[in-house]
């Protein structure tokens, strides 16, 4: 083989792209890690930094037996098959022990902080101390660490070089072209370009300048491009994450109170409303109009303050302060809160089926006085009646653009495949630039993170022997 000017060169410095770099620098190899920011970091840097595994030292810590096979049989299960088994089944088999990596690197992962993040029964949802900043900060430590690796911020990687024989042998970066004998792309996903987000996922789409995305902005689907510029498969179409919103500013929300009742056009509740993210945005989609409506009365407007579970992300800034009553009376000025008199009023102005909204609240509010919940089974000590005049209506969208899941096509070594399931050679990818692994159901919180460290250090290592470096 030719000399180059590296062994690899890792495309995208978030957490795959950095987990990548580290394994193949530790491989023994040459490692050129490219990154358009500013700083290492993407996506992940700006998560709320939960990691999703079974059968962790974390879970035992907390007397939770759990273990990969139940984790891939629920993983399946809730995206109907609908996913690469090959692939669900490497990151479950990877996800403990890369976990125990993260906290060997310096990654702290508390017990207490332990939860159900999707709707399975066994907390999987491991969250970082310091949120995705602290992991982005342990694996940019282990990558100035290396001396095989350098860093090159403030490049967008635009072309992927190929020999006669169509073997990708490096990148170019405007002018530059800098050579590889393996190239690895983990450069995020699309959601900061709305030209890829309308031809890969429309649905995210769906509700105009509701729109917006949590991610970096240089997520710009630059590795999918390049990647099917070389003849690599895109699977996954119209796949990704959407968050939940009542679009009163441009900033994450995750969790609601329970207090909120949800509505659809028929004046019917369909879902219990504490339900995970993992699986509303879809069972919002479903209803009428694609929407649905929170409503709530004036007695939990006046006593609206921001749930204690949450200080410490209200305080970092990592969740918005929607449902607290400061808010609330700000967007009842700009009308994003409909206000009215008595239900049928306001049922007409939101365009919802009056007499069945006013059943509907008959029977949620008997349910309270009970305190049981006789449809969906939500904490009667989170409910509130809606009883007490005016009441409020605001619509809620699924339009947050977490994460995109259409990508690249790998196999579980991470190498990319082409339309006809043959290796593009000398190219490899992880992270959320990759298809096939996240599904149309986000399992849980921390999907993405976990997908991102398993295959991002499978990626690094692949590369590395693809090279001829394996120490």
């Not at 003849?231 to 968050?243: E, M, T, Y």
């Amino acid at each position: 083989m030719e000399e180059q000017d590296y062994d690899i060169i890792v495309v995208g410095g978030g957490g795959a792209g950095m987990c990548a770099a580290i394994e193949a620098a530790d491989a023994g190899a040459s490692v050129l890690l490219v990154d358009a920011d500013d700083r290492l970091g993407g996506s992940t840097a700006l998560s709320g930094g939960v990691y999703y595994a079974a059968g962790t030292s974390v879970q035992r810590a907390r007397g939770i037996e759990d273990d990969a096979d139940a984790l891939f049989d629920y993983y399946m299960t809730l995206n109907q098959y609908r996913v690469e088994a090959s692939l669900v089944r490497t990151l479950c088999d990877h996800a403990a022990a890369d976990l125990e990596w993260l906290i060997s690197i310096g990654v702290e992962f508390h017990p207490e902080d332990l939860y159900a993040s999707g709707v399975e029964r066994d907390p999987r949802g491991h969250q970082a101390h310091g949120h995705g900043a602290a992991i982005a900060a342990a694996l940019d430590a282990e990558v100035s660490r290396r001396p095989g690796i350098d860093v090159a911020l403030q490049t967008r990687a635009e072309q992927l070089l190929e020999d006669a024989q169509g073997r990708i042998i490096g990148v170019r970066a405007g002018d530059t072209a800098v050579t590889a004998r393996s190239v690895v792309i983990a450069s995020g996903g699309f959601g900061a370009n709305p030209h890829l987000l309308h031809r890969h996922y429309p649905e995210a789409t769906a509700h105009g300048d509701w729109t917006w995305y949590i991610g970096s902005r240089h997520c710009l689907g630059d590795g999918l491009e390049m990647a099917a510029s070389a003849g690599a498969d895109i699977v996954g179409h119209n796949r990704g994450l959407l968050l939940t919103t009542p679009n009163f500013r441009k900033e994450l929300e995750v969790f609601v109170p329970g207090w909120l009742v949800y509505v659809n056009r028929e004046g019917r509740r369909f879902v219990k409303e504490t339900a995970e993210y993992a699986v509303m945005s879809g069972v919002v989609k479903a209803q009428t109009g694609g929407s649905c409506f929170a409503l709530f009365d004036d007695v939990a407007r006046a006593g609206a303050r921001p749930d204690p579970r949450f200080a410490d992300a209200f305080a970092s800034g990592v969740l918005s302060l929607n449902w607290v009553t400061e808010t609330l009376d700000e967007q009842i000025k700009t009308g994003r809160v409909i206000r009215a008199d008595d239900l049928d009023e306001l049922a007409r102005r939101c365009g919802i089926r009056p007499g069945s909204l006013q059943a509907t609240l008959e029977r949620y509010n008997r349910d309270c006085a009970a305190g049981c919940d006789s449809m969906f089974f939500k904490d009667p000590a989170v409910m509130k009646p809606v009883a007490t005049p005016p009441f409020h209506a605001v619509e809620i969208r699924p339009a947050i653009v977490c994460l995109t899941s259409t990508g690249i096509r790998i196999d579980r070594e991470a190498q990319v495949l082409d339309g006809r399931d043959r290796p593009v050679e000398g190219l490899f990818a992880a992270g959320e630039t990759t298809g096939g692994v996240l599904g149309e159901r986000y399992v849980g919180g921390g999907n993405s993170i976990a997908n991102a460290v398993v295959f991002g250090r499978i990626a690094g290592r692949s590369a590395a022997r693809a090279a001829g470096r394996s120490n």
